[in-house]
């Protein structure tokens, strides 16, 4: 709800059940991967889809109530469409790849605001016409450089291009200032496509 809504005064309960639901057009799910000896050895099992959610309400409710990454430690928080694991061996995330942001000298608060726009433009699809190959985001809170990585289902380069501009923008908005790189998951490790952070291209 927006300021603007909750000034707005006295409601019927017919318009607080209008404002109650706000469709978000994909239903998301939340992932938490705790980091242990353990989880080295087990990576896939060790990822746990902790809550779903499909309306903008039920965003704020969970993320209201959850600590930002900066002050959960080592940690990897991923918001994924349902029925899509943020695991390269996904049928859906197997064809795809990643487009990484390593965040370093940036100062807590702005990290965690980073995160929160990137999963309003994503909850609220707004990563271009080629956004609906978007598999989902995750957060990877690290001791040194963090990361923030966005991860779509095709690899292709012109899709994947259009989807890393709209995605770099949204971050140099949010106060990054670095390169951004695509990891083809089929490559390896490799970089297959990097977005500089001087210009777009
Ligand atoms: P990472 O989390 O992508 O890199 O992979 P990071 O965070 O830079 O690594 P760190 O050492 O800096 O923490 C770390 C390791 O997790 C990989 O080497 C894999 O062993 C495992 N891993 C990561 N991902 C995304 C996957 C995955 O999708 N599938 C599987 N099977 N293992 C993964």
Excluded at 54 to 65: C, G, P
Aim: include cysteine; charged fraction near 25%.
């Amino acid at each position: 709800m927006t300021a603007e809504e909750s000034d707005a005064g006295e409601q019927t309960p017919q318009s607080k059940e209008v404002q109650a639901s706000h469709p978000l057009q994909n239903t998301w799910c939340f992932w938490v991967l705790i980091h242990s000896s353990s989880a080295k050895d087990n990576w896939q099992h060790s990822q746990k889809n902790v809550h779903s959610f499909s309306t903008v309400e039920d965003f704020w409710r969970l993320f209201n109530n959850i600590k930002t990454p900066s002050k959960l430690g080592v940690i990897d928080c991923s918001v994924f469409k349902k029925d899509v694991a943020p695991a390269w061996e996904d049928e859906t995330c197997k064809n795809g790849g990643r487009w990484i942001a390593k965040i370093d000298r940036m100062k807590p608060q702005d990290f965690d605001q980073l995160w929160v726009n990137l999963l309003l433009t994503l909850i609220g699809e707004n990563l271009g016409p080629q956004g609906s190959i978007v598999c989902g985001a995750v957060v990877s809170a690290r001791n040194k450089a963090s990361k923030v990585a966005l991860w779509i289902s095709d690899r292709s380069e012109d899709k994947a291009m259009a989807v890393g501009e709209a995605y770099h923008k949204m971050l140099k908005d949010a106060g990054f200032n670095g390169d951004l790189h695509f990891e083809d998951f089929a490559g390896g490790a490799k970089s297959a496509f990097t977005l500089k952070a001087s210009k777009d291209k």
